[in-house]
């Protein structure tokens, strides 16, 4: 086998990878119900089957992205991988609350450890501009339809089977993922593992993030200014000070502060932090909103979000790689932000007499090429001038700030969302009215965060006396794409 087929081979195989955890991340939504019922589970547990997840999920990728570059990004996606499949499994034979909320804190940490070194593979695997915009393509398809996906898949074996069915379908991929994943994927030459390990750093930035996501994600039960969410908040914040004082002082440390001073990774991060924060959101509100007030089905609401999907994958053939080729990538990103923030915008006028067809179709139409023309910029910009050695890193800060950031939209968004909707009940409107005008008020508040993520595009990532240095990194022109 050639070494080129088996970097594109070894490529789906971490796009697997990516896949199974982008699909559990919305799989489950569809089947709570069902959940709730058959397990006679309380509202708080099952709060809880989801938070579990997040937070466990967003805590532990910054970790995860270093100890690839430091112990070897093959050996942690593979470990990823394992524990994420047999957690899916101990979830699909759950019995109680317990026993399915451990699984899925499991499957959050076994998610982070696969997912936070995939980029650093793609960029070490693909050192030539054209090439890792095709591969970072194919992760944008994964990462933008494995959603909508999600909730298609949900409905059909929830409905159609039972909600067992949603943790088992990882078994196969799981284990087609690890035997071809030991078998295709090579560990980059240039990793460090006589370094040691700055464990202190790793427990405290985990523990700083594991009590942020946990004051996010509760702070709907609680309220923002609660005592709670102030205490567990200020903890955080505290130990987040704590990291970096501990990290300028190191020879060694788990996250080099040196990172932290490329305005792509860090601008591009924050970007990418914002408008997943309104494309969760509209994930959330767009299922209620299609089963809530336009009475669609399960399945019926996954096949609402097929347009996006589509979109994005016909973008991710090669469409998106020969548009930033022409433009530029910081060009491109701008436009494809442009179009979500507009779908967001018009699914804002969506009442409870509302057609799918234009008036959430267009939306969702345009979500999709939205989408795949501004993920894989934002995502090759953010690693665009990351050394090899800290690429696990600047990976798992990258999708850190994307879950983190869609974890606080879709908490914020949609605590403002339910407070004005209970408001407007309790003013005596009926059920139907409240909860739509709850819908409109959070896809608007999805895309003011999307055009905040524009407005860091052309600010922090803007041209500094001449041409961006990361566009030389990412450059290229459509004669490297008829050659590759």
Known sequence: MSSNFR???ALVVVCMGQLMVMVDTTIVNVALPHIQRDLNLTQADLT??????VIAYGSFLLVAGR????????????????????????????????????????QGLGGSLATGVIIAIIVTGFPRPVERAQAMSLLTLVIAGGGSFGLLAGGVLTQLVNWHWIFFINLPIGVAALVLGAWLIQEAPDLRPSQRVDFLGAIIVTAALMLGIYTIVTASDFGWTSTHSIEFGGAAAGLLVAFLALEWRLANPIMPLRVLTMRSLTGASVARGLLFAGMFTNFFVGALYMQHIKGFTAIETGLGFLPTTLAVGTMSAGISARLMARFGARNLALGGIALIATALVLLSQADMHASYFPTLFVPY?????????????????????VAAADAGLASGFSNATMQIGGAFGLAALGTVSTDHAKALLAQGNPLAVALTAGYQLAFVLAAISVAAGLLVVLTVLRPAGGRPRFEAVTHFDEAEIEAA
């Open 365 to 385: 139409l345009l979500l999709g090429l939205g989408g795949g023309t501004s993920f894989m910029p934002l995502l090759t910009i953010s690693m665009s001038e």
């Open 7 to 9: 970097r594109w081979l």
């Open 67 to 106: 100890l690839g570059d430091l112990v070897g990004r093959r050996n942690v996606f593979l470990a990823g991988v394992f524990l994420f499949t047999v957690a899916s499994v101990g979830c699909g034979f759950s019995q109680g609350s317990d026993h399915l909320i451990i699984g899925r804190f499991l």
């Open 48 to 53: 809880w089957v989801v938070n579990a997840y």
